[in-house]
């Protein structure tokens, strides 16, 4: 059974910082794509930062200079760094999984991917 479980999220003052986690287990973080996404309300899913097998990043515009994704292959687990918050990156974020034999064409779009986690709510106040 695949599990994506995410944590590390909170509340935020504008300009600080979090570091999220997802930890995976049942299929391994360096053998596939694996992605953040955010979802804030009203809006579409968020594809913000990706990372391949062969350790390809790719970042949205939103988040480049600010967000880094790294993966620990040891402990399975896929992490998200967020530097420098602002009100525009609340919601929930989402780590999710692609199929090990899936090329991703789109690395930030959501319908590339087959596994996905619950979320964690990140809220920044300004």
């Known amino acids: 059974q695949v599990q994506l479980v995410e944590s590390g999220g909170g509340s935020v003052q504008a300009g600080g910082s979090l570091r999220l986690s997802c930890e995976v287990s049942g299929v391994t973080v360096d053998t596939r794509f694996m992605v953040w996404f955010r979802q804030a309300p009203e809006k579409e899913r968020e594809g913000i930062a990706s990372?391949?097998?062969?350790?390809?990043?790719d970042y949205a515009d939103a988040v480049k200079g600010r967000f880094t994704i790294s993966r620990d292959n040891a402990k399975n687990t896929l992490y998200l760094q967020m530097n420098s918050l602002n009100a525009e990156d609340s919601g929930v974020y989402l780590c999710?999984?692609?199929?090990?034999?899936?090329?991703?064409?789109?690395?930030?779009?959501?319908?590339?991917?087959?596994?996905w986690g619950q979320g964690t709510q990140v809220s920044v106040s300004s």
């Open positions: 999710a999984a692609a199929f090990a034999s899936r090329w991703v064409n789109n690395p930030l779009a959501p319908t590339e991917y087959d596994y």
């Open positions: 990372i391949d097998r062969d350790s390809k990043i």
